[in-house]
């Protein structure tokens, strides 16, 4: 697809007024301080290539690929601009033209087969429970790796060994009345690093009255590939789990990640379309994507027991782009964590400030994503609590290196872990 019909290209690009609003929310632009690393400077090297003033070379990519697609400049600008659609098409048109090899492996071979997928993650999480990653890290061995690797592969520790989808079964029948058929979206991420918030999602879930069913040939959302300059794959991918839910007769389709539900949001369907009339198969799917703490709230209006002698935990809560910026979810996982008996919520300051994590960003921007992490750890710490709570698990991984990096005693879980902890707390 030509990306200069794009709508963000075609028709956002022109209602840049050059206001800068943009560049003052951006957290990469406050760490670089230069116009080419600001949303707004990224609008404008759009504009030069697709006028063909500048060459869709590699070093524009690299330009363009320091943004986090956090999604700030998008939900701040005036003229209503995408830019971080902007930004995305402008990778996946000059990555045709650059095409790479390790990219291919990663992003086509292994991240659109989960199985493959999860056999890597499996050798990964064996090869850390022997210890040959820390022999690896403690003799150097590492500093043959690639690009920022020799860095950055310390954020990837402590993979589990077992992948929630081996822990769980594929019809999970409600507890109790059946009240709603819900198709999980169980996100590779959470699958394979996060297995513990699944389990948490599928029992909370089952209890109040909802048969889960997790669609076993579903693939990856294709956001880690929008990112990665891979628009064609991740239309590919979009496509293909349109075909496998809609299969069913899901009254939902939920998923705890929130980088999950912003892909299969109707608004992505539409940009990766380009314009083109979304299909109704489409339309239906989308229609019936929910984030996981927006049902519970809304639709379930959980209410949870209270506890006897209950033990208090300080939790506070970091927002993950894709869920307060992509789709405006901010009250629902709060409201969720306050209902929780037992959970003092506290608000850090600048909880909708990117944590630098953004999928693979801190692999491949190691240091700037430090520099972004560093400033949310300095006020998650502030609070003093036990427990950070996100809904996403790039956000997740992001914040328990930081948790380890700053030496801080505290966890990071999934609201839900928490709903479930409380349920099976009453039960004792
Ligand atoms: S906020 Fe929007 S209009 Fe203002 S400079 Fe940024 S992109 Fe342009
Ligand atoms: S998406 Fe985020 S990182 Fe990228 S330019 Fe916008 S505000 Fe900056």
Redesign the pocket.
């Known amino acids: 697809m030509d990306f200069r019909k794009l709508p963000p290209v075609q028709e956002q690009i022109m209602k840049c007024v050059r206001c800068g609003k ?1 560049r003052s ?5 406050a760490e670089i301080r230069n116009e080419t690393a600001a ?1 707004r400077g ?1 609008v404008f090297m759009v504009q030069m290539l697709r006028d063909g003033k500048v060459d869709a070379r590699q070093e524009v990519y690299e330009r363009l690929s320091n ?8 939900v701040n600008c005036p003229s209503g601009i995408d ?2 659609e902007l ?1 995305a098409a402008a990778r996946s048109h000059i990555y045709e033209q650059n095409p790479s090899l390790a990219k291919e492996l990663i992003f086509d071979t292994m991240w659109t087969k989960p199985g493959l997928l999860r056999a890597s993650t499996k050798i990964m999480s064996g090869v850390q429970k022997l210890g040959l990653q820390t022999f690896a890290r403690n003799t150097g061995l590492t500093r043959i790796l690639p690009g920022d690797l020799p860095k950055a592969e310390a954020i990837m520790t402590s993979i589990p060994s077992r992948s929630a989808r081996s822990r769980l079964k594929k019809v999970n029948p409600a507890l109790g009345e059946k009240k709603y058929t819900i198709g999980y979206f169980l996100g590779c991420g959470t699958d394979m690093l996060n297995p513990a918030a699944a389990l948490a999602t599928v029992d909370v879930l089952t209890r109040n009255g909802c048969e889960v069913i997790i669609p076993q040939d579903m693939k990856c959302c294709g956001l880690p590939h929008l990112a990665n300059g891979k628009m064609e794959t991740a239309r590919l991918l979009a496509a293909h789990n349109v075909q496998i839910f809609n299969a069913y007769k899901f009254d939902y389709i939920i998923s705890d990640c929130a980088s999950c539900t912003s892909a299969l949001s109707r608004k992505n369907m539409e940009f990766l379309l380009g314009g083109l009339k979304i299909e109704d198969d489409a339309l239906a799917f989308a229609a019936k994507v929910m984030d996981l703490t927006k049902f519970l709230i809304e639709i379930i209006d959980i209410r949870l027991p209270a506890q006897a002698g209950e033990k208090k935990i300080r939790v506070t809560y970091h927002d993950p782009c894709h869920l307060a910026n992509a789709q405006g979810i901010k009250e629902q996982p709060r409201e969720l964590l306050r209902r929780i008996p037992g959970v003092e919520f506290v608000e850090m300051a600048d909880a909708n400030r ?1 944590c630098g994590g953004s999928g693979t960003y801190s692999v491949t921007h190691y240091d700037l994503s430090m520099k972004i992490l560093d400033r949310k750890m300095d006020n998650a710490m502030e609070t003093g609590a036990g427990a950070i709570a996100t809904c996403c698990p790039s956000c997740s991984m992001q914040l328990r290196y930081g948790i380890r990096r700053h030496h801080w005693d505290c966890r990071v879980v999934h609201p839900v872990e928490l709903v479930s902890a409380a349920y099976k707390q009453t039960q004792q």
């Open positions: 943009c929310v951006c957290p990469v632009f949303p990224h943004c986090l697609l956090c999604e700030t400049c998008s830019i971080h930004n990117c």
